[in-house]
C-alpha cells in the first residue's frame, strides 16, 4: 500500500473513532439503500415472473378450481401446473363439486387434464394453495379455514393470497392472466406439430396447454363478443402459434344430451317476459350445469336483452343470468335480489351472473315464495333493489 494510500485509511480510521454516529447514521444509509434496491427490484419484476418465483419456493403446490370448473379455470390451472413443471415444482389440480357439462367433460377430456375431485378440505393435496379463476375457497368443507398462497383471477371479490394477489376484473378472461404470465417468462409456444423437446426455449406453453388457454378465453368472453379487454385479444394472438386446430374442434363440437335440450327448450318455453327481461323456471333438473346453457339460448330470442334462468336439484335453487343490455350489470342484479335471503350467495360480471339459494333453509321455501323471488329478480333487472 502506497504512503498516500497508508495515511488516507489512518485519517479514515481516526475520524470514525470521533465521530461514531456519523459512520453509523453512513452505514444505515448503506442498508437502506441496498434494501431499498431489493425490494425495488423484487416488486418492478413482470407478475409472471414474480408468481414463477413463488412457484419455485415449493416442491408441492395445489392448484384450486372453484366448484364445478368451467374451461377457463381447468384451462387457468393447466396453465399453473405447467409454469410449476418448469420451476421444478409438483403441481396437483383439485376442485369441488363435479364436471357435468358436455364442454367442460370434452375439455377434460380431450385435453386429458388430470384433475382430482375433493369434498373437505383435508383432501387438498398440500398446504400450499393456489387459487385460480376464483379469490375464496368454496364449495367443500372447511373451505373457510384455507388460506390460499396465492390468487390469480379476474373476478370481483375481496379473497387475497398470503403471499401473492392478482386479481383482474378488467379481464375478459383469468387464462388471459396466465397466458401473460408465460409471456413474462419469454415462454415460446410450442406447435402442435413440435414436441417440446425440440423447443430451444427456457421456457415454454405446450401446445395442449395453449390450446386450453385459448379455448378458456373463447368461451369466457363468448368467442371474443363480450365483456373483453384489449389483454385478452393479445394473449389469444400469444396463444395462437401453440393452438392445435384438431383439439380445440373436438372441445368446441361436443355432442349434447337429450336432457340439455330439453331444458333449453323448457326454459324458452316457460319464460316470463316484461319489456325486454325474461325469467324462466325448469324446474326440478339433474344437470345444473344446463341452466347457463339455457341462460345462452333464451338470450339469444328477439327483443330480449337480459334473461334469467333458475332450477333445482338436491335442495338447491340455482340461477343463471345473461345480459346484453347496457343498463343491465347482470352479477350486481343477481346479487341485489339474493341480498338478505338465508344461505343465498350471487354475483358476476356485467354480461352473465349467478347465484344459488338453499331452498329449505328457514323462512325461504320453493316453490312457495316463487312469486317473491321473480318480483326481487324482475326488480332487480330494472335497478330498483
Excluded at 408468481?51 to 387457468?76: G, I, K, Q, R
Excluded at 368454496?138 to 401473492?164: L, Q
Aim: hydrophobic share 40%; charged share 25%; net charge negative.
Amino acid at each position: 500500500m502506497s504512503v498516500a494510500a497508508e495515511e488516507l485509511v489512518e485519517r479514515a480510521v481516526a475520524f470514525a473513532q470521533t465521530h461514531p454516529e456519523l459512520l453509523a447514521a453512513l452505514l444505515v444509509s448503506v442498508v437502506v439503500l441496498v434494501g431499498g434496491a431489493y425490494i425495488l427490484h423484487q416488486f418492478t419484476r413482470p407478475s409472471g415472473v414474480r408468481f414463477a418465483s413463488l412457484l419455485a419456493e415449493y416442491d408441492d403446490v395445489t392448484v384450486l378450481t372453484h366448484p364445478n370448473p368451467d374451461p377457463d379455470a381447468m384451462a387457468a390451472a393447466m396453465g399453473v401446473a405447467s409454469l410449476a413443471k418448469q420451476q421444478d415444482t409438483t403441481a396437483t389440480i383439485q376442485f369441488p363439486g363435479q364436471i357435468r357439462h358436455q364442454e367442460n367433460r370434452a375439455f377434460r377430456n380431450v385435453l386429458e387434464v388430470d384433475l382430482e375431485p375433493i369434498e373437505r378440505a383435508s383432501d387438498l393435496s398440500t398446504e400450499t394453495v393456489i387459487l385460480v379463476d376464483h379469490n375464496q375457497p368454496r364449495g367443500f368443507t372447511g373451505s373457510e379455514s384455507v388460506r390460499p398462497k396465492a390468487v390469480v383471477d379476474h373476478h370481483p371479490g375481496d379473497g387475497r393470497g398470503e403471499s401473492f394477489t392478482d386479481v383482474r376484473t378488467e379481464y375478459g378472461a383469468c387464462s388471459s392472466v396466465i397466458a401473460e404470465y408465460f409471456q413474462d417468462m419469454d415462454a415460446t409456444p410450442v406447435p402442435p406439430e413440435n414436441h417440446e423437446s425440440e423447443i430451444s426455449a427456457k421456457c415454454v406453453v405446450p401446445s395442449r396447454v395453449a390450446t386450453g388457454l385459448f379455448f378458456g378465453i373463447l368461451t369466457d368472453t363468448n368467442r371474443l363478443t363480450g365483456g373483453i379487454d384489449s389483454a385478452d385479444f393479445d394473449a389469444s394472438g400469444y396463444l395462437s402459434p401453440g393452438v392445435d386446430e384438431n383439439l380445440l374442434d373436438r372441445i368446441a363440437n361436443p355432442q349434447v344430451s337429450a336432457e340439455v335440450l330439453e331444458i333449453k327448450a323448457t326454459a324458452i318455453r316457460e319464460r316470463d317476459v316484461e319489456g325486454a327481461f325474461a325469467i324462466s323456471d325448469v324446474g326440478d333438473i339433474s344437470n345444473v350445469d344446463a341452466i347457463p346453457q339455457a341462460a345462452d339460448e333464451l338470450i339469444r330470442l328477439e327483443g330480449i336483452t337480459a334473461a334469467i334462468v333458475c332450477g333445482t336439484r338436491n335442495g338447491m335453487l340455482y340461477l343463471s343470468g345473461r345480459s346484453r343490455d347496457d343498463r343491465v350489470h347482470m352479477g350486481r342484479a343477481i346479487e341485489a335480489a339474493l341480498d338478505g335471503i338465508p344461505g343465498a350467495s350471487g354475483g358476476g360480471h356485467a354480461r352473465m351472473g349467478g347465484g344459488q339459494i338453499p331452498i329449505e333453509d328457514g323462512d325461504f321455501v320453493w316453490p312457495g315464495r316463487r312469486t317473491a323471488l321473480t318480483d326481487r329478480l324482475r326488480r332487480a333487472l330494472e335497478g330498483d333493489v
